[in-house]
């Protein structure tokens, strides 16, 4: 089968398209061909060699699948040959979705929506799951609560939008003028110019000095600090994004606020919950561009590139069909 491999930790043109072995399901697990995939940030973070201690070389990487079951191991009773799924491979454990198979665990593969094509699918596995596991398991958001998700119009925030409209909360989002539209469209109350505005004075006069109930940290810097300055009493902050500086929370402290760092965990349940929300239209995920699989340096280059224009995700057509 055709793989995109990573012999060596560096830029885009640190991948190579290959030919290796086909995988062979065990027990307990299921043997996919891969349709799509699509790019996240944690898929460049792994390239240039951020968790070198994580990831042994050569390295098959890539953390979205969307296709068809090709073959079931023995024990495997919840899928078929030609069934469609959709899954996150299990992070730092194994060969990941640059390639044109993939085998994964049945525990942690879903039925793909009917509703979404492959592209769109693959587009959501990952930020869909890493947006539920924030701001449902962890944050525990409920109706009637406001949030402010930091970065509106990216892979995470797009989902984290949609996500926190269909649980009943206003959302404030950050996000460049150009992206106002968009933000809005996937539901957002009140969207800030990060550039023009400080987002701390916006919130404060937006909620008459009380602050959101929550704030979702999808671009780092300051913005753990920082965000104990727009929380109510008893707010909760949540971050997918490595801590890359000392940061100081005196202000937290007196906010009697909880933090909670998130790095997603794979099983059938979430897609599910998404699935769920997906059939009665409350959530969608935006493809923002598509490349194929011998381009995934030149989309890893522009995922990498800022203010690169894009809106939502970076899909990767693997199969010829789609």
């Known amino acids: 089968m055709k793989a995109v491999v990573l012999n060596s930790f560096g830029g885009p043109e640190a991948f190579k398209l290959r030919e290796v072995p086909k995988p062979v399901p065990q027990a307990g697990q299921v043997l996919v061909r891969v349709h799509a995939t699509s790019i996240n940030p944690l898929d460049y973070q ?37 069934d469609e799924v959709w899954y996150t491979p299990q992070i730092f454990d194994g060969p990941g979705s640059y390639a044109e198979y993939h085998v994964a665990a049945e525990s942690i593969i879903g039925k793909k929506p009917p509703s979404l094509s492959h592209l769109e699918a693959a587009s959501l596995t990952l930020v869909g799951g890493t947006a539920w596991e924030a701001l449902v398991v962890r944050a525990g958001l409920r109706v009637g609560e406001s949030i402010l998700i930091h970065g509106g119009a990216g892979g995470v925030g797009h ?24 933000a809005r469209r996937m539901g957002a ?29 999808t671009i780092g810097g300051d913005t753990l600090s920082r965000s104990a300055d727009v929380l109510a009493q008893l707010g909760r902050v949540v971050s997918i994004v490595d ?20 790095f997603t965990r794979q099983h059938r349940g979430k897609l599910d919950e998404l699935s769920a929300l997906i059939e009665r239209g409350q959530l969608r995920p935006h493809v923002g561009a598509v490349y194929s699989l011998a381009d995934i340096a030149q989309a890893h280059a522009r995922l990498e590139t800022p203010n690169n224009g894009l809106q939502g995700k970076i899909a990767i057509a693997v199969a010829s069909s789609i």
């Open 189 to 217: 109350d009140v969207v800030i110019d990060y550039a023009k505005e400080d987002y701390v004075d916006t919130v404060m006069r937006e909620t008459g000095g009380r602050g959101v109930d929550v704030v979702f940290d």
């Open 159 to 182: 989902v984290a939008i949609q996500l926190a409209k269909a649980i009943g909360a206003k959302v404030y989002t950050t996000a460049r003028e150009a992206n106002f539209e968009f």
């Open 46 to 82: 792994v390239r240039r060699g951020d968790y070198p201690d994580l990831v042994p070389l050569p390295a098959i990487t890539g953390h979205d699948v969307s296709g068809v079951v090709e073959a079931v191991g023995p024990g495997v009773t919840a899928f078929a040959p030609g």
């Open 243 to 262: 801590i890359a500086q000392p940061q100081n929370l005196l202000q937290a402290w007196g906010k009697n606020a909880s933090y909670h760092f998130v």
